[in-house]
């Protein structure tokens, strides 16, 4: 009998330099982001046979990630995490799901506030 696993693969707290967010100035003077992204996928072979080509290349999902935090400006960090999300869906085949948080720390609100976080959550269909 065959079993189908769940597992996933957490890169936490990647943290960049970026220009988002609604007000110019946000754009002009960028702010640090976070991200958090949890790579749903069946590892047991990877795990298994000890195969490295049976999983996620961290390397190239932290790239792809990077890239769309600091090559492109966006006004919404919900926009970010969609992106995000849907680029590692489109360029990893062997994931099944993709979950992205992105936290923009000390965000421009009238008051005191460690961070905003947007979270996104997409399957492969």
């Known amino acids: 009998m065959t079993q189908h696993a769940h597992s996933c693969v957490r890169l936490v707290n990647m943290v960049f330099y970026a220009h988002h967010g609604v007000l110019k100035e946000e754009h002009t003077v960028g702010a640090k982001y976070e991200v958090d992204a949890e790579l749903t996928f069946d590892f047991t072979d990877a795990a298994k046979n000890d195969d ?74």
């Open 52 to 125: 490295i080509t049976k999983t996620v290349d961290y390397g190239s999902v932290y790239k792809k990630i990077r890239e769309a935090l600091t090559l492109k400006k966006y006004f919404l960090i919900e926009a970010v995490a969609c992106e995000i999300a849907h680029d590692l869906l489109c360029d990893f085949p062997i994931l099944e799901r993709v979950s992205i948080r992105v936290r923009k720390r000390n965000p421009p609100v009238d008051g005191i506030c460690d961070y905003a976080e947007a979270d996104y959550s997409t399957t492969r269909l």
